[in-house]
């Protein structure tokens, strides 16, 4: 696994916001001499485009889930991550897409892994959610139950990009010489998208192609509810990447929701405990839920803290987050996070390296 670095953290006060997007590209050793200028440009475009199109969805009063779908099947499309075209291949040659999506407005989920012809994983998780009465489908099940729905289907082969194929090569060599199989990049270029709406409705998709070279049918975290992926209105949206094992293990994205959630619930109950009492002893007015919110540097509290306790294990990555106040947030513990982030407070940014803003 990748070497340990101290957290990277950005809080963006998006406060106040009526509408935030964040997303990320994957997260790794990814380091200024390790892309070339015109990776590095490329990534940034792709980063920037993705996040106008769910953006402009936004903008409009669109509905998260909505937004981040859009968001995460352009991020499939293109061949720079490792999700839809461009994802990793598995150590029998093949291409098995995992991805997954939730609603936090009603808490209802959906998740594929193991795909191998559904071009958009992310609209499988999506029919998977609305569709079925399931959660989580694997397999030629689930791209049977794709094509029931009209899903378009590609060619595994379709898929395939020279430079993952030269990735399995290249880890397959190294493993002869008795090299760790996996990592050979130390990056993990799984992609995905959080959002808020105008309604104060959270989301969050994943969708990815796993880690080169995987076998006996590993699954990552990316398309298991709760470890790389979680939404729920009362806390926040989370969409992870990393190596899956210890986001699985900590269960990171359901853990960063709740512990947002417990601490906006004692931070309510604690305000309105301070309310002055009238003559009658009652209080002097009433804080509804929806007048209350946590600042950004509690979101990032608790994302840093998540991500410190998974790299304690051994583990390495990121998340992205987005709450119902509007706040946006990423926490990694890797020198780089392919990342952007947008809000109706204005401007969208997007950054690759630890040290950028
Ligand atoms: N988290 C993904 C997995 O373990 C890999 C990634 O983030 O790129 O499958």
């Given at each position: 696994m990748s070497s340990q670095t101290a957290a990277q953290t950005e809080a963006v006060d998006t406060g106040e916001a009526e509408w935030t997007l964040v997303i990320h590209g994957g997260a790794g050793v990814i380091e200024r001499d390790r892309l070339t200028a015109e990776q590095n440009s490329a990534i940034r475009t792709a980063l920037a485009h993705a996040l106008e199109t769910g953006s402009a969805i936004l903008r409009d009063?669109?509905?998260?889930?909505?937004?981040?779908?859009?968001?995460?099947?352009?991020?499939?499309?293109?061949?720079?991550?490792?999700?839809?075209?461009?994802?990793?291949?598995?150590?029998?040659?093949?291409?098995?897409?995992?991805?997954?999506?939730?609603?936090?407005?009603t808490r209802s989920a959906g998740a594929v892994t193991g795909t191998s012809h559904t071009r958009h994983p992310v609209t499988l998780a999506r029919r998977v959610m609305t569709e079925s009465p399931h959660v989580f489908l694997r397999g030629a099940g689930a791209d049977s139950f794709s094509v029931e729905q009209g899903l378009e289907q590609v060619e595994n082969d379709w898929f395939e990009t020279d430079e993952r194929r030269r990735q399995l090569e290249e880890m397959l060599a190294g493993e002869a010489e008795g090299l760790s199989a996996y990592d050979i990049d130390l990056k993990y270029g799984t992609v995905g998208a959080v959002a808020m709406d105008?309604?104060?409705?959270?989301?969050?998709?994943?969708?990815?192609?796993?880690?080169?070279?995987?076998?006996?049918?590993?699954?990552?975290?990316?398309?298991?509810?709760?470890?790389?992926?979680?939404?729920?209105?009362r806390?926040?949206?989370?969409?992870?990447?990393?190596?899956g094992e210890y986001f699985i293990r900590v269960g990171v994205a359901h853990e960063i929701c709740a512990q947002i959630r417990f601490r906006f619930e004692q931070r309510l109950a604690g305000a309105r405990a301070s309310v002055r009492a009238d003559s009658d002893g009652m209080p002097d007015h009433?804080?509804?839920?929806?007048?209350?919110?946590?600042?950004?540097?509690?979101?990032?509290?608790?994302?840093?803290?998540?991500?410190?306790?998974?790299?304690?294990?051994?583990g390495s990555g990121g998340v992205i987050v987005a709450t119902p106040w509007g706040t946006g947030t990423y926490a990694f513990n890797t020198p780089g996070m392919y990342r952007g982030m947008a809000s109706s407070n204005g401007g969208a940014s997007v950054a690759i390296y630890g040290d950028e803003d």
């Open positions: 009063g669109g509905a998260a889930i909505d937004a981040i779908e859009a968001t995460v099947r352009e991020l499939e499309d293109d061949p720079h991550f490792n999700a839809g075209r461009g994802a990793v291949f598995t150590y029998d040659g093949a291409i098995e897409h995992d991805a997954s999506i939730m609603d936090g407005s105008r309604d104060g409705d959270v989301a969050a998709a994943t969708s990815t192609g796993g880690l080169t070279g995987k076998r006996w049918g590993r699954i990552g975290d990316s398309p298991v509810i709760g470890a790389g992926t979680y939404a729920d209105n806390g926040c949206a989370v969409s992870a990447t990393g190596s009433y804080i509804h839920a929806s007048e209350f919110g946590l600042e950004a540097a509690d979101i990032q509290e608790i994302a840093d803290r998540v991500i410190a306790e998974m790299g304690a294990l051994g």
